[in-house]
């Protein structure tokens, strides 16, 4: 196999869910049909690798020192949401209606891996909850044990500034069957249940 | 969301069987964990694109105007095995023990879509097979329409040179259940039953 084609599918590996197969479907692809797109990607690529980096005031990704979603200023400025990474705000941004500001710890706390307060910005975060606008402070954090770790030390942070600390619910998916749910969830479901009225 | 994330997750969807929430999980994979592969792969992309032509001899992909198949000196050079994609060329080389040479099509002869003997290449195949050293042509094309009407046509140039055509057996895939074969294969692998010994 020619040389180049060997290092990309070698380096199409880098993608999450792409084995050795898919990469070399994909090379193939690329060479026999996309080659326009495929340099377009490439040019791509090396722009975000490069130049994207981490918002000033609340660490999302941008090329920008100040990301839009802080820039703007038809977003409300009285409730944060404080999530793990990008991902989880995406996630939120393309599900939820909400229309606030956000705060990416871009990990969470776990001193075994030499993640502390000040790796996950919680300097800054201060600061931000010391400005006085923000009343309050929703914690989105992973719902693991680590997360919820971090969300118990976030709460302590906004109830010392006087903020409001809130938590996405957790219980049984929407759209899921009982028999499926995991027991945690199933238990924790059942423990917090809640009155019809 | 920053406009270079955004334009590297529309650029991932050139990748075949990657959507939309594909892309976007690759690209925060990449900027959260794997910038310097994400870099490397860039790099790769870039480079396959714009280097990577095709064998003067056998049409295959390569960066060189003979690829290393036909250059090396230890393949059969009795054998042609005409496939119609590097994809499938790559699949046999792969599966099987051939150790004979190539020459790849690039497509199917369908004077509708304008592939014609002239796009296939057919000049440069016609011109190995009158080198007098090949002796059996495998017909590898697709067992499609167009594929099977290619073949034919192949076999007939073959002829005319004084050359064996060979076709790919047709049948029951092994290691299937018949319950799950098309009809048509199974049609056609019961008329062509072979005697046991």
New interface residues.
Partial sequence: ?????G??I???R????VGAK?A?????????R??E????????????????GNCTRCRN????PV??LCASTTRDRHTLCVVE???EL?AI?QATGYRGQYFVLLGRLSPLDGLGPQELGLGLLAERLGEGEIEELILATNPTVEGEATAHYLAQLARAAGIRPTRLSHGVPLGGELEFVDRGTLAHAFGSRQALE
């Fill in positions: 196999m020619s040389k180049l084609l290092e990309l070698e380096a199409l880098c993608l999450p869910g898919s070399q479907r994909m090379a193939f692809h690329l060479l026999e996309e080659r797109r495929g340099l377009k990607l490439a040019g791509a690529l090396d722009q975000a690798m490069r130049q994207i990704f941008s090329e920008t990301c839009t990474t990008p991902t995406a941004e």
